[in-house]
């Protein structure tokens, strides 16, 4: 996937995981238990691979990149 951010005129391509974050959470909050249990049933996941970090990874540099902002939490 290749994302454009006209307000900065940059892109940026975005792997299968980056994917599968960005289209999880376009139109419905998740948090990254959320994002983790989704990717489980998704992937196909080889043994050793930390799952949770490389969300919790992947979901960081989304939001530093400015493609993704976190939610407020609800009162």
């Known amino acids: 996937m290749v994302l454009y951010a006209?307000?900065?005129g940059t892109a940026h391509?975005?792997?299968d995981l980056g994917c599968f974050i960005v289209d999880?959470?376009?139109h419905t909050p998740r948090?990254?238990?959320s994002l983790l249990s989704?990717?489980?049933e998704t992937f196909e996941i080889d043994e050793g691979i930390?799952?949770?970090?490389?969300?919790?990874s992947t979901v960081r540099?989304?939001?530093e990149?400015?493609?993704?902002a976190p939610c407020q939490p609800t009162v």
């Open 6 to 8: 006209g307000f900065s």
């Open 61 to 63: 540099q989304l939001h």
């Open 38 to 40: 989704m990717a489980l």
């Open 50 to 56: 930390d799952l949770s970090a490389a969300i919790n």
């Open 31 to 33: 948090d990254q238990v």
């Open 13 to 15: 391509v975005l792997g």
């Open 24 to 26: 999880a959470c376009l």
């Open 65 to 68: 990149l400015g493609i993704l």
